[in-house]
């Protein structure tokens, strides 16, 4: 009987200390979760300083994380989302969904931040990928006029897939429904996420993946293997910034700004370049990795400005949907 009590005594206990410790639940996107990526590290490190349950919640790719949002809208059980980028920020901002929150940080972007609702992780900048023992075209133009095959993601649900259509747009303005012309014989497929599309790519599926400058740093440095590039187009290539934003609507607000800037501390930015596989957005203290510096750096930078991102997706997904229904 007096185990019977103390079996009981210790389940109330820890029943009471679970109800008391608050839950941050975060929408991301599924490789940030994964085994490989980020996610439980930087679970694990968060932890060790919140007294919280940190809970990430995958959801695709970044692109369907803010279809969710305004699904979900006011409902929502989200207390941050990681995983837009700037190719969404101001759709996402036009929601009304998300809060003001003060983060302080030093920033390595290529670009001055003033963003004061979302905080910026990481960046990199958009190619594609492929094999050494391919040349590969030297723009869009000479693409659409080879036969090497691509494998692209859907810019309704993945932010790969929507930074591809600025890039685009971005290098060829009116001219840009010729150059999807010419790409739709080169598209073996379009996958609604970046690691369905990667995975294509290694198989043997396709010539070339969309990507990023960045990816062949994880064959390096996890694999040993240099045999992966990414190809340097004479248009430049169109970055993408990556952030996380705390929704307004959040019981936890100062758990959710407390892990808002945990995530531009450098126990979180030393954590990214090796999982996420892109540049931090806060230099670590003890610099990049190894294997980064054999990377190709972009000497032409794109970037649209947030606000003129949505009139712009509206027009580009149109020209591409026409394309690619060919």
Not at 224 to 245: L, P, R, T
Request: with cysteine.
């Amino acid at each position: 009987m007096k185990a019977l009590t103390l079996a009981a005594t210790s389940l109330i206990a820890a029943t009471a200390a679970a109800a008391e410790t608050p839950e941050l639940v975060v929408y991301t996107y599924d490789s940030f979760v994964s085994d490989w990526g980020p996610g439980p590290q930087i679970e694990t490190a968060f932890e060790e300083v919140c007294a919280c349950d940190l809970k990430f919640v995958g959801n695709g790719d970044g692109a369907a994380l803010l279809a969710r949002l305004k699904l979900e809208g006011a409902r929502s059980d989200a207390d941050l989302v990681l995983g837009l980028d700037t190719s969404l920020i101001a759709a996402a901002a036009e929601t009304g969904l998300f809060a003001e929150t003060e983060v302080s940080a030093e920033y390595a972007l290529p670009i001055a931040w003033t963003d004061t609702t979302f905080a910026p992780y990481d960046w990199g900048y958009f190619a594609f990928v492929h094999n050494k023992d391919l040349t590969p075209p030297a723009n869009f133009k000479a693409l659409g006029e080879s036969d090497v095959k691509i494998v692209i993601q859907d810019p309704r649900s993945s932010t790969p897939g929507l930074g591809l259509l600025m890039w685009v747009k971005d290098a060829y303005g009116d001219e840009a429904p010729a150059i999807w012309e010419g790409l739709a014989d080169n598209v073996v497929t379009v996958t609604k996420g970046w690691s369905e599309a990667y995975g294509l790519f290694l198989e043997g599926e396709a010539d070339m993946v969309l990507s990023y400058t960045t990816s062949p740093a994880y064959h390096i440095i996890a694999e040993e293997d240099e045999s992966k590039a990414a190809a340097v187009f004479d248009e430049g290539h169109y970055m993408q910034i990556e952030v996380v934003g705390r929704l307004a609507g959040s019981d936890q607000p100062e758990l959710a700004a407390q892990f808002m800037q945990f995530m531009v501390s450098d126990a979180a930015q030393t954590i990214l370049p090796t999982t996420n596989w892109m540049y931090p957005a806060v230099m670590p203290s003890g610099g990049l990795p190894a294997g980064f510096e054999a990377l190709v750096k972009p000497e032409n930078a794109r970037l649209i400005d947030a606000d003129k991102v949505p009139a712009l997706r509206d027009e580009a997904l149109a020209e591409w949907l026409s394309a690619l229904s060919q």
